[in-house]
């Protein structure tokens, strides 16, 4: 009884591997061809067509094998298909099945092409029935890992895609994707994961190479190491390192980063950076941890380092993907820091005969600074900007909404210290900027040098400035300009100016109309004292109380820089204080007045002799004393001498024998060589009437 019992279970075993053997050549194709285009479009919930050969196989293993498939897109996307491939193969070991292990010895994919669209809020690759989804997830959406997530066994053989082609378009960029080849290998769920491939994004070629611990470690919340190496001219990335166990996602691990042009790279994300030359290279080594919307580099280990452009930094930075913008958040330590390419400048403009240049009209783009919002610290140990060299400086960098402001501190530079700030806010249609400053004991040549080419003014002392301005342009932001400052200078030197020399030679200067001598470049001014202060109202810089001290004169100044207009108009009155003897060494010029003038553009001023002021004194004096009673010639000589300091004279010397001395009075010397010739015209006259002719 067992033994024909035993015989028909076997002879039942044998008639179904034969059935299952035999059964896929004798029915007709047609028959699992229909059956499984129609059991495909249900669960797709798209027309699924098998328009070439299918072949089925049960054992050793259950195996499908078909060519030109094609799914069709969703309804208003096109007539062209969602997804086609010229073959597809797929093998599943049967027996595991019986005990929920999914061994998977084949899924090979040969040019398969998928076209993904999204149009509004609508795409064309959600497929299937729409339903509640059943993955846990968090209140802001963020997918949860669980224990439990994968209660089966699988494992991964031979899973290929072979010159695979993708694209994706949007209605306002296609991105494409060709010559995909990848390859996934995994023995079992709590195996190790394993994926390689290569591709060309958009033309440019990239390589894949990625370790997961574990499937099952992964989804079920638990530690597994994580690998990923991305390879190609646009970033070379690697990443080594765990993905921590936890409900939410996240990583931490050793990262290294080369980007050899950040405007390439963005570029080819679809977001392109304005024109310059700054943001090429990038490159970063150290630690990363983080999550979906979060990352946080630390190069502060050993072996850490940033790298933008030729900035080099230690430190640590955070971003944060959650906001309308990234925001960026860290304290770096910068050896050497030229932010001079990353300071937004109009182009260069024709300079003028003295080089010069006019202020640009073009203009003024702040868009970069709505790529980022940013919180940052730092410590440079030199910092330049344009020409200006700081060091040992310590900054505070708040960007927000476009708004960029930096707060410098600390900062040291041409043997002083002081704090600085700039503003520059690009929210609104037209930009504005304030700079703000407080310098104490610095060199004044050095740093007038570096910040406004200026060469001529030696010494140390304060600077203060706090300026406002706003404008779309250069040419706009300088007419614009308000704002105040004032500055003390000691112990120095004014360049191209011999004040002491030219109050000797007045007196030839204004006989023959003509700068005295005393001027040029290799003349100089020392000082004990240089102060002043100035206000600035659209673009006009005033100045009513400039004050030089020095051991032998004494110089006011007062006047207009207009710098929006590149012009100026200045005056100075240089006045001996101490003893200092005219040209032929016969007179104390001590009191004597030089009123100069400075006057015209920036490319091309004049210094002379204000012979406004001079001719104003001179008509005064001389009405007042005809109105008291003077002879006119008389009151114009005491005129000349009050309008210079150098006083006046009741009248000529003379020696007792009937002729007069030449006059010692410089005043009276230059009324006669100005009124000479109406002199001896007089005499002429007294004589013929002595004669009685």
């Known amino acids: 009884m067992l033994r024909r019992l035993f015989s028909f279970f076997l002879l039942l075993l044998v008639a179904v591997v034969l059935a299952a053997i035999i059964l896929p050549f004798v029915i007709p194709e047609t028959v699992y061809r229909d059956q499984a285009q129609q059991a495909a479009s249900e669960n797709l919930g798209r027309e699924v067509t098998l ?4 072949s089925l196989r049960i054992l050793p293993r259950v195996q499908i094998e078909a060519h030109n498939v094609t799914i069709a897109n969703a309804e208003g996307f096109g007539e062209a298909p969602f997804a086609e491939m010229e073959e597809m193969r797929v093998g599943v070991q049967l027996w595991p099945l019986l005990s929920r292990n999914v061994v998977i010895e084949e899924f090979v994919l040969i040019e398969p092409t998928i076209r993904l669209e999204q149009r509004g809020n609508r795409n064309n690759w959600t497929l299937g029935r729409a339903e509640p989804s059943a993955a846990p997830v968090t209140a802001s959406g963020e997918w949860l890992r669980q224990p439990g997530a994968l209660p089966f066994e699988a494992s991964l053989g031979d899973i290929r895609i072979v010159d695979g082609f993708i694209s994706y378009a949007d209605g306002s960029q296609t991105r494409e994707i060709d010559g995909l080849d990848l390859t996934i290998h995994m023995p079992g769920l709590d195996e190790p994961l394993e994926i390689e491939g290569e591709l060309s994004a958009d033309g440019e070629a990239m390589t894949l190479a990625a370790r997961l611990g574990s499937l099952r470690g992964f989804f079920e919340g638990e530690e597994v190491d994580a690998r990923l190496d991305l390879g190609g001219d646009l970033i070379d990335l690697g990443f080594d390192g765990v993905i921590p ?11 290294s980063v080369e980007i050899p042009s950040i405007r390439d790279l963005a570029n080819f994300a679809g977001s392109p950076l304005p024109p310059g030359d700054s943001l ?4 970063f080594t150290g630690q990363l941890r983080g999550g979906l919307s979060d990352v946080s580099l630390n190069a502060s280990g050993s072996g850490g380092r940033i790298r933008l452009d030729d900035i080099t930094a230690t430190g640590r930075v955070a971003v944060n993907l959650s906001g309308a913008r990234p925001a960026i958040s860290g304290a770096l330590d910068v050896p050497d820091l030229d932010v001079t390419r990353y300071i937004p400048v109009a182009p260069d403009t024709e300079a003028s005969a003295s080089g010069v240049p006019p202020w640009s009209r073009e203009t003024i783009n702040l868009s970069a600074l709505g790529v980022a919002d940013a919180d940052l610290s730092l410590t440079v140990g030199r910092l330049q900007v344009q020409a200006i060299e700081i060091s040992d400086a310590a900054l505070d960098v708040d960007l927000a909404n476009s708004r960029l402001d930096v707060n410098l501190t600390r900062i040291t530079l041409y043997e002083g210290a002081g704090t600085a700030r700039f503003v520059a806010n690009g929210r609104t249609a037209t930009p504005s900027f304030r700079v703000t400053a407080d310098l104490q004991s610095v060199a004044a040549g050095p740093l007038l040098e570096a910040a406004a080419g200026f060469d001529r003014l030696t010494g140390t002392g304060r600077i203060r400035i706090d300026l ?9 932001v300088m007419n614009a300009l308000n704002g105040n400052g004032n500055f003390a200078f000691a112990d120095g030197a004014i360049r191209g100016v011999n004040v002491a020399q030219a109050i000797r030679g007045i007196e030839s200067a204004l006989t023959n109309r003509r700068l005295p001598d005393g001027f040029g470049e290799s003349e100089e001014t020392d000082f004990t004292a240089l102060e002043g202060s100035f206000g600035v109202s659209n673009g006009i810089a005033r100045n ?6 020095s051991p032998l004169v004494r110089v006011d100044g007062s006047g207009t820089v207009d710098i929006g207009g590149q012009t100026m108009d200045y005056r100075l009155r240089p006045q001996a204080v101490a003893s200092i003897e005219g040209q032929g060494g016969d007179r104390d010029l001590r009191g004597v007045v030089v009123p100069i003038v400075i006057r015209g553009t920036f490319s091309d001023p004049s210094v002379g002799i204000d012979w406004d002021v001079v001719g104003r004194a001179l008509l005064q004096g001389t009405v007042q004393g005809v109105i008291t009673g003077q002879d006119p010639e008389d009151a114009l000589r005491n005129a000349i001498g009050s309008a210079l300091g150098l006083g006046g004279d009741d009248g000529a010397d003379d020696n007792g024998d009937g002729n007069q001395e030449e006059p010692s009075d410089p005043a009276e ?5 100005l009124l000479g010739n109406i002199g001896n015209s007089s005499d002429e006259e007294d004589t013929d009437n002595g004669d009685g002719n």
Do not use: N
């Open 544 to 549: 009513s109380d400039l004050i030089l001290l």
């Open 280 to 283: 090429q290279r990038f490159a």
């Open 669 to 673: 010397r230059l009324l006669r060589g």
């Open 468 to 476: 406002l301005t706003s404008g779309g342009s250069q040419d706009a």
């Open 245 to 255: 166990a936890g409900e939410t996602l996240r990583y931490d691990g050793r990262l």
């Open 51 to 54: 328009a070439g050969e299918v």
